[in-house]
């Protein structure tokens, strides 16, 4: 891994690392970082402890790798997540 990112990049790469719906193919699509790129770059951005509780939440994850999922749909947002518009977040009724 020999790319610079932004401090606001590193942020949504570990953000996208940490959500559970966000499979790595799609921090690759956006940033261009394999899994085991994305895996280095937490080890060496996290605390110790809190990079191994990432490590044993997504290791073997369906949801962390596009060919587990069983969906054929290929989105890289949650079906339930809203739209966002005008920074305005929608509210749920």
């Known amino acids: 891994m020999k790319k610079e990112f932004t401090e606001r990049d590193l942020d949504r790469i570990i953000e996208m690392a940490w959500e559970d719906r966000t499979p790595f193919e799609a921090i690759t699509f956006q940033f261009g970082l394999s899994e085991q790129d994305t895996i280095a770059l937490m080890r060496r951005e996290m605390k110790p402890s809190s990079f191994r509780m990432w490590r044993k939440r997504v290791q073997g994850r369906a949801t962390k790798h596009a060919k587990l999922r069983d969906n054929e749909d290929h989105r890289f ?7 966002v518009s ?5 509210k749920r009724k």
Request: charged share 35%; with cysteine.
């Open 86 to 90: 005008g920074n305005k977040i929608s």
């Open 77 to 83: 947002k949650c079906s339930r997540q809203r739209h």
